[in-house]
């Protein structure tokens, strides 16, 4: 048996416990690990479906050009089916993506234009209103809209969704989610909710982020929102795909708990994933008190941890930001965590051998001892031994 091309092996993804990470979690913690989709994230379940639909509606033509600001994942998605499908692709992304993830769209010959992170979305020069104008100028274009294109949420109700419900045999109690086009939250959301409506759906945001307030509030408060580190969640803007009508709660996820996470994830599970799952597993761990033992929660780990290796798995990246907690042990550390001994004990002539003994051995002291002549000696272990076997 063989797939007919490499976009029949998208979904069906393992849904793996957790078994260390989330000890202190009561409940079943399962992680939905979309790694294993052919593009590396959730993301191509919803780039083939905003394509099909569009080759549908016949706003996307044979040999169009496609069109979208993407901070990678959907652009992989994207660029994969685009080959397949005969499109060409063009890309708008911000200067804070990792350079491995716009490597990966240019290795599968889309063309990738980097704009500035720190613009308004309205300004000219950020990466919506960039993708935007070039839908304008470029001939037989299309720009899927991954925002606000519901076919996005669309592709979560019809495969993410259904996929949990099976894996789970319907036992699933609470949803985890980063949370960015929103459409991955709100597709695998609404599907569960409608087959049993006490699920709850727990959204991961971060600081900088509009959503959580807006969620708590009604209020879209500019004043929340800043730069930030995390990648692929939190917004700036309230995007069509994000229903906070499905969505119970918001929780907000520091970049250094985020960070750090994602690599705990690794080292303590051995998943290597990207950085909302680090953010989504340190959501979930400060909601904790909400959970019982008989709960069975199932969060999303949307991409693979390669696409960080020049940020949260490497440790400059980590140092510049001062999110290292664990230096690397130095003789100055030593030093720094050395209880504090006398590091020279002087002792008398008539001091026993047994005191002698302990201090070298449990002080950690070098004991020197001034002779009958006033000449100084150095007392080492080897003496003692020597003395008593003489
Ligand atoms: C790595 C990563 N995590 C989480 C998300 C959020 O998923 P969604 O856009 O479906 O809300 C994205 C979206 O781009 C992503 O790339």
């Not at 807006?214 to 795909?241: H, M, Q, R, S, V």
């Not at 959501?283 to 696409?307: A, M, N, T």
Request: glycine share 8%.
């Amino acid at each position: 048996m063989w797939y007919k091309n490499i976009l029949e092996t998208i979904g069906n993804t393992p849904l793996v416990k957790l078994n260390t990470i989330t000890k202190n979690v009561p409940g079943t913690i399962l992680a939905k690990i979309e790694t294993t989709n052919p593009g590396n994230s959730i993301k191509d379940r919803m780039a083939v479906k905003m394509i099909e639909d569009a080759e549908k509606s016949g706003k996307l033509k044979p040999g169009g050009t496609i069109i979208e600001g993407t901070s990678g994942n959907t652009g992989m998605g994207l660029a994969m089916a685009a080959i397949i499908k005969g499109y060409k692709c063009i890309f708008t992304t911000t200067d804070k993506q990792s350079k491995e993830k716009v490597d990966a769209l240019r290795a599968f010959g889309a063309e990738v234009i980097v704009c500035p992170t720190n613009v308004e979305p309205e300004d000219p020069r950020s990466y919506y209103s960039v993708s935007s104008r070039l839908e304008r100028e470029v001939p037989n274009s299309w720009k899927p809209n991954q925002y606000d294109n519901l076919a996005n949420s669309q592709a979560h109700y019809e495969q993410t969704g259904p996929e949990i419900w099976e894996q789970t045999e319907g036992k699933i109690t609470h949803l985890v989610v980063g949370v960015g086009t929103g459409g991955t939250i709100s597709g695998t959301g609404k599907y569960l909710k409608e087959k049993n409506p006490n699920i709850q759906v727990w959204g991961i945001d971060t600081y900088g982020s509009v959503f959580k307030k807006y969620k708590e509030t009604g209020i879209f408060d500019k004043d929340e929102i800043y730069p930030y580190i995390t990648e692929g969640i939190g917004e700036d803007f309230l995007p069509a795909n994000v229903n906070f009508d499905v969505i119970d709660l918001f929780e907000k996820v520091t970049d250094k708990d985020a960070a750090l996470m994602t690599r705990d994830i690794a080292r303590k599970e051995g998943i290597f994933v990207g950085n909302s799952a680090g953010a989504a597993i340190g959501g979930l761990i400060q909601l904790k008190d909400k959970l019982k033992p008989e709960d069975v929660v199932v969060v999303i780990f949307h991409d693979h941890g390669s696409r960080y290796m020049g940020k949260m798995y490497n440790e400059d990246w980590l140092r510049e930001r001062g999110f290292l907690q664990d230096e690397k042990l130095t003789a100055k550390s030593i030093l720094a965590k050395k209880e504090a001994t006398e590091i020279v004990t002087f002792v008398d002539l008539n001091t026993s051998i047994d005191k002698i003994s302990s201090l070298i051995n449990k002080e950690n002291s070098a004991v020197l001892v001034e002779d009958e002549s006033g000449k100084i000696e150095i007392i080492t272990q080897y003496d003692i031994i020597n003395a008593i076997s003489g």
